[in-house]
């Protein structure tokens, strides 16, 4: 909302400034979009007369005009076409400062010009201007300009929020700036309008409940030609409104000051009585913008007996409206129910002054008042003869009684306000109140729709208490370690995402068969109400899911992916079943993305064992198992075990699988158990030796069956003194080596965290190595 800060103090008596008014209001919660001077800079600029006027000897569009300033007159070279005796002009003075121009004195065309008759634009107060401005004959010679035209004034915009529908007027923000400081309220005046005619129109009101109150009365013999003050048509200016002809301008007036939307109807134009109703379907109505549209059943409507002659709480109709040549006139102040408003002028693409303040609610206790009061200005500009008010009126918003307590407003405040200033607040703020034992009783006034509970009171309170008052303390965290929370999901994610794995997510269910046949499920769990027929049965591995994920990228052109997921599955039966969190993921295609470093290899076991032991710092151990998942190829999967117990398998997908899902190359998958995987033990930590290692190799010959994991398990197990580490590098098969045996290397690294290792300690670690291999595996050292 926009408007003259001198109209507002006209209302309220505060020794404000500008800028501490604004910073007053914002602090209250009304937020000033913007705030600036009207108009641009200027100084020694009077009121002036042409008190005679002659042409220029040396021009034909100059005259040379006699211009009376109160106390001389003076000589000014003129060229406007509109310059004539008698009229009172905007007159710089040698020496004034224009936004453009200096004024000095001069010669023009071999005459002397003592000034300079101003325009609105050389006055910086429109962009553009024809002829010299024309002042009211009222004003008197030698005034300051800006004095006379109240141009010392700021323009002010409010952007209120949709609550505060009582500021939207001049009388609402004036009330707020009171008592926000405290400050006096000068109350607008104006005296019941005597009856001076007897003719009154019936009011018929069909929706009691969208129209609450409705006023009218008839004002006879008003001339819409008269002339306003300049003093109201200068404050709908500056509230952006321009002027449209006298009865409109005064209700718009009407509108700004009180915040009361009023319709002035030709009363010579209705028909029959004045109904409030719902639209009929698609009844049609001509609007005052020349818009036609046509309402629906649930547009509330004026109307009388040719049909809609105005759209209730949004724009009057064209067919009712008043012209120059209205004499007797309808004039409406209503009150309707906010619901029934709000959201129809956006239906329809219109947006209007009175739509805005009724969606929003207005003061039903003011619908009377406004009424009279326009009244009052209209029979003072425009003459007319006042008939007595016709009212229909039924049950008004209940403004209830809200209970305040004390304990609660400082609890939630984080300070102590008096008792006494609470109290204060709100009767500055014209509320009703009531002291109690915990607080206080409030009724809040029939203009604050936005009070409800009891925290809409503490947000009062606290409005005009002040949020500086309340201090700002910084925040106190006492601190401690947090016990380790151990491995988590997130872990897992990072662990794989890190390795170049994508998350997927799906669902799940799968199909009946492959539930069956890939999973080995025999027993499924069954959906009564399936979303899909491919999706009728409660999986019991990710399997599926996974190589449909595989199929639906192959069709699309990817060669290469590598995906996971952390999922529930199922298994039992319907109403005792078992879910098991698992982690699952598949490998497909080349180990590295295509690039010109290294050459284009296909992904193995290793690499897919690899994956799986980066999910946890723990030692994992691979086994072969006559029980491979029918998913797996036998001769490339193995049993993952952790810390003596199976949590799942790692392998190659089966060949018969690879054929039934039409797949190029066979990928490889996995599936764990997470949940030993995230138990948290607590860390066993060693020092870090600064002494260099001592390297051993030893090369052994064993049966073919002996598997290398149990040759390293084993040694680990016997805690060989300053055994470090020992990692299989070389295997071989072939000459040199008996059939049925195959010789494997070992790397041994041998460190102390006190000294460096001599010859003789080392040498003896490894021979209770190889007498442990000997004696367990049948060993014997190859030469």
């Not at 005619?197 to 069909?206: A, L, M, P, W, Y």
């Not at 005009?464 to 925040?475: C, E, Q, V």
């Not at 699988?657 to 066979?666: E, G, R, V, Y």
């Amino acid at each position: 909302m926009q408007f003259s800060e001198n109209w507002l103090r006209s209302y309220v008596n505060t020794s404000l400034d500008s800028d501490a008014l604004n910073h007053v209001m914002i602090m209250a919660g009304l937020d000033v979009d913007e705030s600036h001077p009207l108009g641009a800079s200027f100084s020694h600029v009077v009121v002036g007369e042409i008190v005679s006027i002659k042409k220029h000897p040396d021009a034909d569009r100059l005259q040379v005009c006699d211009v009376n300033i109160g106390d001389k007159t003076l000589q000014i070279v003129c060229g406007a076409s509109n310059a004539r005796q008698g009229i009172k002009v905007a007159c710089a003075l040698v020496g004034a400062k224009l936004p453009s121009i200096d004024i000095k004195e001069t010669k023009v065309r071999g005459v002397e010009s003592f000034g300079m008759l101003c325009s609105l634009k050389e006055l910086g107060l429109a962009e553009e201007a024809e002829g010299i401005l024309e002042l009211s004959h009222d004003l008197k010679n030698g005034t300051d300009l800006r004095v006379a035209l109240d141009l010392n004034d700021q323009i002010t915009t409010l952007k209120l929020t949709p609550n505060r529908s009582d500021c939207l007027s001049l009388w609402g923000v004036a009330r707020e700036v009171a008592a926000i400081s405290q400050s006096s309220l000068s109350p607008i005046t104006y005296e019941v309008n005597p009856i001076k005619q007897s003719e009154k129109k019936n009011i018929v009101v069909e929706e009691k409940s969208a129209c609450p109150r409705y006023c009218g009365r008839i004002i006879k013999n008003v001339d819409n030609t008269k002339t306003l003050p300049d003093w109201m048509v200068s404050r709908l200016e500056r509230s952006n409104i321009k002027s449209i002809s006298p009865i409109v301008d005064i209700t718009n007036y009407v509108l700004l000051e009180i915040g009361q939307p009023l319709h002035a109807f030709d009363h010579d134009k209705l028909q029959g009585d004045v109904v409030v109703r719902f639209a009929k379907p698609e009844e049609p109505i001509h609007l005052l913008n020349d818009t036609k549209i046509k309402l629906s059943k649930k547009d509330l409507v004026i109307a009388d007996n040719s049909g809609a002659i105005a759209f209730a709480g949004v724009m009057g109709g064209l067919s009712s409206s008043v012209t120059e040549a209205s004499r007797n006139i309808f004039l409406e102040s209503a009150f309707f129910d906010p619901i029934v408003i709000a959201g129809k002028a956006r239906a329809y693409n219109l947006s209007t002054d009175s739509s805005y303040r009724f969606e929003r609610g207005v003061d039903f206790s003011n619908t009377r008042h406004a009424l009279e009061r326009a009244t009052s200005l209209i029979i003072e500009y425009c003459g007319g003869e006042a008939g007595e008010i016709s009212e229909v009126l039924n049950a008004l918003p209940k403004r209830n009684e809200i209970h305040l307590r004390l304990k609660k407003l400082n609890a939630i405040l984080g300070i102590e306000v008096p008792s006494q200033d609470v109290e204060q607040i709100f009767h500055q703020l014209g509320f009703e109140v009531n002291k109690t034992i915990e607080g206080f009783k409030v009724t809040p006034p029939s203009y604050r729709f936005d009070i409800a509970i009891e925290e809409d009171l503490i947000e009062e309170v606290v409005r005009l208490y002040g949020y500086d008052k309340i201090p700002s303390h910084h925040p106190v965290s006492h601190q401690a370690m947090l016990p380790s929370s151990g491995p988590c999901q997130r872990d897992l994610k990072e662990a794989l995402t890190s390795r170049g794995f994508y998350e997927v997510v799906t669902y799940s269910f799968i199909e009946d068969e492959i539930e069956k046949a890939l999973h080995g499920n025999l027993n499924p769990i069954q959906l009564q109400n399936p979303i899909a027929s491919q999706m009728s049965t409660m999986r019991s591995s990710l399997w599926g899911s996974h190589l449909e994920v595989l199929t639906y990228n192959l069709n699309r052109q990817v060669s290469r992916l590598n995906i996971f997921e952390i999922a529930q599955t199922f298994q039992g039966a319907k109403k005792d079943f078992i879910e098991t969190e698992v982690i699952s993921g598949l490998s497909y295609g080349s180990f590295l993305p295509e690039q010109w470093a290294d050459k284009i290899r296909e992904i193995d076991f290793y690499d897919m064992k690899a994956h799986v032991e980066a999910l946890t710092s723990k030692s994992l151990t691979f086994k072969r198992s006559d029980k491979t998942p029918l998913a797996l190829h036998p001769g490339q999967s193995a049993e993952v075990f952790l810390e003596g117990q199976s949590i799942g398998w790692v392998g190659k997908l089966h060949p018969k699988w690879q054929q039934h899902f039409s797949l190029p190359k066979a990928p490889f998958i996995f599936e764990l158990k997470i949940e030993k995987l995230l138990e948290d033990k607590a860390f066993k930590y060693e020092d870090i030796s600064k002494f260099l290692p001592v390297r051993r190799d030893i090369a052994i010959v064993v049966d073919e069956s002996v598997e290398v994991d149990s040759i390293l398990d084993a040694v680990f197990k016997a805690k060989i003194p300053f055994l470090n580490r020992m990692a299989l590098f070389d295997l071989y098969q072939g000459k040199g080596i008996a059939e049925n045996k195959k010789s494997v290397a070992f790397l041994i690294l041998m460190q102390d965290t006190s000294k460096t290792l001599v010859d003789s300690e080392a040498d003896s670690s490894v021979s209770k190595i190889v007498e442990l291999l000997e004696k367990q595996f049948g060993a014997t050292l190859r030469n």
